[in-house]
Nanobody
Framework: QVQLVESGGGLVQAGGSLRLSCAASGRTFGSYSMGWFRQAPGKEREFVAAISWSGGSTYYVDSVKGRFTISRDNAKNTVYLQMNSLKPEDTAVYYC?????????????????WGQGTQVTVSS
């Protein structure tokens, strides 16, 4: 089992940047592929990015390609989401999640563990 805690959200102007972090408890962090999802008010939870257990493979939704970068540091039990060139439509609660799926997954139901979420608000 793993517990996840996100941080780094906040209010930023369009075009700005934020770096989200997700700290995991437990000694098995390196066994999980990790993902970031987001949910805007009135919308369904949306896949954003995923990274394999080793960090060697990454996958992004088309709307964030070239702007967001997912990475992980297994020594620190942490996964990151660097978000650049932010747009108002990126406004949402961002969640990190852990899955045993290999090499990663973009399906929320394949993720067994979730953090509590961190709010990202992008003003125009």
């Amino acid at each position: 089992q793993v517990q996840l805690v996100e941080s780094g959200g906040g209010l930023v102007q369009a075009g700005g940047s934020l770096r989200l972090s997700c700290a995991a408890s437990g000694r098995t962090f390196g066994s999980y592929s990790m993902g970031w999802f987001r949910q805007a008010p009135g919308k369904e939870r949306e896949f954003v990015a995923a990274i394999s257990w080793s960090g060697g493979s990454t996958y992004y939704v088309d709307s964030v390609k070239g702007r967001f970068t997912i990475s992980r540091d297994n020594a620190k039990n942490t996964v990151y989401l660097q978000m650049n060139s932010l747009k108002p439509e990126d406004t949402a609660v961002y969640y990190c999640a852990a899955t045993y799926s290999r090499p990663y997954s973009d399906q929320y139901y394949e993720y067994a563990y979730w953090g509590q979420g961190t709010q990202v608000t992008v003003s125009s």
